[in-house]
């Protein structure tokens, strides 16, 4: 299958676009991801990397990035994540579809709240992905 490539944008790129770019790297084949805040907060938040070693899919190269870094990449697909990176998302040089599947920012929330969002995540964004690119 050929390999579709997603940008996960979010502000601080450090809880909900991580999670997201983990689940479609280990869950959607043919599917590569990455992410990165329009204000990256350069940390990956504990809770959410926790979770994702829990779940077998951390990768030590998932770090927070600013956008910069991953403006010259080609995508087949931009998927915002929280309002404010919908709001200012940057225009990619390479016609890229753009959509915007809002989840609720668990950063300083217990882990429930990070297992909550994973589990939307798994469950919208990724059929949402899939659907969007086939």
């Not at 869950?27 to 829990?54: C, H, I, M, T, Y």
């Not at 990768?59 to 404010?84: A, E, H, Q, R």
């Not at 609720?104 to 798994?122: L, M, N, R, V, W």
């Amino acid at each position: 299958m050929v390999n579709k490539r997603v940008l996960i944008l979010c502000t601080g790129n450090s809880c909900r676009s991580i999670i997201a770019e983990a689940l479609i790297n280990a869950k959607l084949d043919g599917f590569s991801s990455d992410s990165s805040g329009v204000k990256a907060s350069g940390k990956v938040n504990p809770n959410a990397q926790e979770l994702l070693r829990q779940k077998g899919i951390w990768k030590d190269s998932y770090c927070s990035k600013t956008i910069d870094k991953v403006i010259d990449n080609d995508y087949d697909l931009v998927v915002t994540v929280c309002s404010n990176a919908n709001d200012t998302c940057p225009v990619f040089p390479k016609a890229t579809k753009v959509i915007h599947v809002g989840f609720e920012d668990p950063d300083g929330k217990g882990f429930d709240a990070f297992e909550q969002t994973y589990k939307e995540i798994e469950e919208i964004l990724l059929p949402k992905v899939v659907e969007v690119l086939k």
